[in-house]
């Protein structure tokens, strides 16, 4: 399993993604494991709301690109995440990489610990944010995300919260988990039926990035990933080394 078994405590169900080993990337096992679980809180009526974490130091590293989902897989798993009736809140403590950022972008609240650190490297693979930009794009600054597509920098979880990636942060030496109790506490004090409304109101603009977008952006996505760029990209990332381009 990619996945640890659900935990529930009083009307939150939490998912923990729990491949440590490859940095919880985004295999197709994985993708399809937290599609059925996401699935599953859905339809349970004892579900107020889902909270998405990890196991390791590592959030979520992106594609795996040894065993990858397939981009409509994917796109798939972020729109349910987006379009399912109750809140999901991610609870970062660790790093987030590339395809991680829709991952946690397509999360209605996020929170980072101080140790969290981000960075879109696709770029530095040949690649680009492509699908992932459905999410991700409605949330950021513009001015943010055109810098940090187009470099690859890493940064950290007060800049993810200034440019709209996080919701909020513990703060230096602060846990995040505790971070969230009043966040968990309010969504508890809420009626099923208001919160899926509220967030039908404050979803609209990533679901309609979805649906106008979803199509032309995995086929940009698979061009870039055949290209001879992406296969330089990729080999050098897994050979730990520079890429032919690196100047």
């Not at 009083?10 to 985004?26: F, Q, V």
């Not at 846990?175 to 009626?191: E, I, M, Q, T």
């Not at 099923?192 to 309609?208: D, I, M, R, Y």
């Not at 199509?215 to 760029?229: G, K, P, T």
């Amino acid at each position: 399993m990619t996945l640890a078994p659900p935990a529930h405590d009083r009307g939150i169900t939490t998912l923990t993604l729990d491949s440590p080993a490859n940095r919880n990337a985004l295999s197709a096992r994985l993708v399809g494991e937290l599609t059925e679980a996401l699935a599953g809180c859905a339809d349970d009526d004892t579900v107020r709301a889902v909270v998405l974490t990890h196991t390791g130091n590592t959030f979520c590293a992106g594609a795996d690109l040894t065993a990858p989902p397939e981009p409509t897989a994917f796109v798939a798993l972020m729109r349910a995440i987006v379009a399912l009736p109750k809140p999901v809140v991610a609870q970062v403590a660790g790093h987030v990489r590339a395809g991680g950022l829709g991952l946690l972008a397509a999360c209605d609240i996020a929170a980072a610990g101080p140790d969290a650190t981000f960075a879109l490297t696709e770029s530095r693979l040949g690649l680009a944010p492509a699908v992932i930009s459905m999410p991700l794009l409605p949330r950021l600054d513009p001015r943010a995300a055109a810098r940090y597509y187009l470099t690859g920098e890493r940064f950290g979880p007060d800049e993810a919260a200034r440019i709209g990636l996080v919701t909020l942060t513990a703060g230096p030496g602060g846990d995040v988990g505790k971070a969230l109790v009043p966040v968990l506490d309010g969504l508890r004090k809420a009626s099923p039926q208001g919160l899926a409304a509220s967030k039908e109101l404050v979803t609209t603009t990533v679901l309609h990035s979805f649906d106008q977008h979803a199509e032309d952006l995995i086929a940009r996505s698979a061009a870039l990933f055949a290209s001879d760029d992406a296969r330089e990209g990729m080999t050098a990332f897994l050979e730990r080394r520079d890429p032919s381009w690196a100047l």
